[in-house]
């Protein structure tokens, strides 16, 4: 089974940009598809996006355009890069195996001026 462990969190003004690392051990990661979802207090995890271990990439309609997926599979690591921060993308986020089921312990990330 595979252990995900997030980080990139953290506070950004509107308008900036952030990168989410989703890092992977116990398993040959590269054939493990990843998927990036985001939680808001009182609120269900919602998905954002998804790569497969061929390195296509699924993102949700509500993110499509700021949102870019990608994989480094020589560093056991995917990356989610948001673009164009907006207040309602604050939210903890979250790498998960969508297969197995692992989740990782999250990431806050904080939209603020």
């Known amino acids: 089974q595979v252990q995900l462990v997030e980080s990139g969190g953290g506070l950004v003004q509107p308008g900036g940009s952030l990168n989410l690392s989703c890092a992977a051990s116990?398993?040959?990661?590269?054939?493990?598809?990843v998927d990036w979802y985001r939680q808001t207090p009182g609120n269900q995890r919602e998905f954002i996006a998804r790569i497969t271990m061929s390195g296509r990439t699924n993102v949700a309609d509500s993110v499509k355009g700021r949102i870019t997926i990608s994989r480094d599979d020589a560093k056991n690591t995917v990356y989610l890069h948001i673009d164009n921060l907006k207040s309602e993308d604050t939210a903890v986020y979250f790498c998960k195996d969508p297969y197995g089921g692992s989740w990782g312990q999250g990431t806050q990330v904080i939209v603020s001026s």
């Open positions: 116990g398993s040959i990661f590269s054939m493990y598809a």
